[in-house]
């Protein structure tokens, strides 16, 4: 009796566990981010922006593809801290502000 129970129960919370798990991106095939970087910036995910003018919104669209806390935009004369930041991603621009380089810290 205590067997079937323990198997019922066993049974039941796998069906659950398996309910929560997500099999694909429900937002409609964009890039999405690594999968569970806590917040750590993986540049290749914003690698599309390369060769595109850099823009609010691109870094928006970079930062959540990234999977980044946070983001910047870095231009050619722009003074910056030395310290690497895992969380953080850049987008290096050239003088006309087209994106040539990604890359976290």
């Known amino acids: 009796m205590f067997r079937t129970r323990a198997s019922l129960a066993t049974l039941l919370l796998a069906s659950v566990l398996a309910g929560c798990s997500t099999g694909g991106s429900s937002d409609g095939g964009s890039a999405a981010a ?3 970087n806590h917040g750590r910036c993986e540049a290749s995910g ?3 922006t390369i060769g595109k003018p850099a823009s609010p919104e691109l870094l928006e669209q970079a930062r959540k593809a990234s999977g980044s806390q946070m983001a910047r935009v870095l231009k050619p004369h722009d003074v910056i801290t030395l310290e690497y930041r ?5 987008l290096n621009v050239d003088d006309k502000g087209v994106v040539t380089r990604v890359n976290c810290g």
């Open 34 to 36: 690594p999968a569970d």
């Open 46 to 48: 914003a690698d599309f």
């Open 86 to 90: 895992s969380e953080r991603l850049n």
